[in-house]
């Protein structure tokens, strides 16, 4: 079993950064994609990056693709989402999951999510 517990949402501004947090405990994560979505109202729930934890390897929806940077610290278990240059539309709860295989993990793992507003 994997818990995931994510942390560092909250109110900012257009043009902003944030940075999300996502502490794994339970077993190691090695082998495992770990990766974040998030959820507007309304919407469906849609990628917006992962990292294979083994190789460092990442991806990203094209929505974000050069604003937002997933890192991983192996030492913490912690996986790190840097938002840069936030808009409007990127309001959402956002969660991170984990599960095997790269690069299409089966997500079997959700942490509890964090809500990310950003004010026009």
């Known amino acids: 079993q994997v818990q995931l517990v994510e942390s560092g949402g909250g109110l900012v501004q257009t043009g902003d950064s944030l940075r999300l947090s996502c502490a794994a405990s339970g077993r190691t994560l090695n082998g495992y994609g770990v990766g974040w979505f998030r959820q507007a109202p309304g919407k469906e729930r849609e990628f917006v990056g992962s990292?294979?934890?083994?190789?460092?390897?990442?991806r990203y929806a094209d929505s974000v693709k050069g604003r937002f940077t997933i890192s991983r610290d192996i030492g913490k278990d912690t996986v790190s989402l840097q938002m840069s240059s936030l808009k409007p539309e990127d309001t959402a709860v956002y969660f991170c999951a984990a599960g095997r295989a790269w690069p299409v993990p089966q997500y079997d793992y959700w942490g509890q999510g964090t809500q990310v507003t950003v004010s026009s």
């Open positions: 990292i294979y934890w083994s190789g460092g390897s990442t």
